[in-house]
């Protein structure tokens, strides 16, 4: 196949791996502005190269007219969770959206590799917009672990290097690594409410930290040096002590200033106004 057409079968495939990535980093962030904990720690995503994808239609004899139908993970989209609880959650999440369509589902968390391979995978249906009218593709959505993750990438690693021909010795310490990520998720998983608890502590508190800041530069304008001095002072006081609920409060009463200068800003440009008159 010529280069040129390469480029033209694939280039709908970057695009929706681009597309995917955006939305799942929107997910991450939109959990996080209303200070919730999200599911999802990290998005990443490759298209196939075309040497891989010649390489796994040789090994699955798949003719290229029906590339592809039967190469479903051309498009290639990795979500990495924390917990392992996590990713049915994640699941559900891509389930219950109206862009994506789950066509199958291989469970290696139930049903683990012989190697030890530790996954959730989905294919999806997922439509990009082109010059040409919309594109059906399919997607590998690989959900994992940051443990999982790391195991797979090593694992992947001897793989490529022993061309599939992994020596016992190697394959033995690769399964006693896979069975102590195990023990590591199962270690995590019990201490993961008091770890979700920080998190969204630490979340929270940036949230707070950043209203607060865009509230104080908003005061810059209408408000006097001084006062200004003296709100920024009592802001790195309440900073310092590391109490949440100081900070809220602080957080409340400078919104009630704010909203005495909008008040009025607002009066005086009634009052202002031609032909009208603030006194009723």
Request: aromatic content about 6%; glycine content about 2%; overall charge negative.
């Amino acid at each position: 196949m010529e280069i040129q057409l390469w480029r033209s079968i694939l280039c709908p495939y970057e695009l929706a791996v681009r597309e995917l990535i955006v939305k799942f980093e929107h997910i991450i962030s939109e959990h996080r502005k209303n200070d919730l904990y999200s599911p999802i720690e990290q998005v990443s995503g490759r298209v196939k190269s075309v040497s891989s994808i010649l390489e796994k239609m040789q090994r699955k004899h798949i003719p290229m007219e029906r590339m592809e139908e039967e190469v479903e993970d051309i498009a290639g989209i990795r979500i990495i969770c924390q917990f392992e609880e996590d990713i049915e959650t994640v699941a559900s999440l891509i389930q219950n959206r109206s862009d994506m369509t789950i066509k199958s589902e291989k469970n290696y968390l139930k049903h683990v590799k012989q190697s030890g391979y530790r996954s959730l995978h989905l294919i999806i249906y997922y439509t990009v917009e082109t010059l040409n009218g919309p594109r059906k593709l399919q997607a590998e959505i690989q959900i994992r672990t940051m443990a999982m993750d790391f195991w797979a990438t090593i694992e992947h690693s001897l793989q490529y290097k022993y061309k599939g021909d992994m020596p016992p010795h190697v394959a033995e310490r690769l399964t006693n690594a896979a069975d102590a990520i195990i023990l590591l998720d199962q270690e995590m998983s019990s201490v993961r409410d008091e770890i979700m608890d920080a998190q969204n502590s630490s979340q929270m508190q940036s949230n707070l930290v950043k209203d607060i800041l865009n509230n104080i530069e908003n005061l810059y304008r209408v408000s006097s040096e001084r006062e200004i001095t003296k709100i920024q002072t009592e802001f790195l006081r309440v900073f310092h002590t590391k109490d949440l609920k100081q900070l809220e409060r602080f957080h409340r009463q400078l919104d009630i200033i704010a909203e005495g200068y909008r008040a009025q800003a607002v009066y005086h440009n009634i009052g202002h106004q031609p032909g009208k008159s603030c006194i009723s």
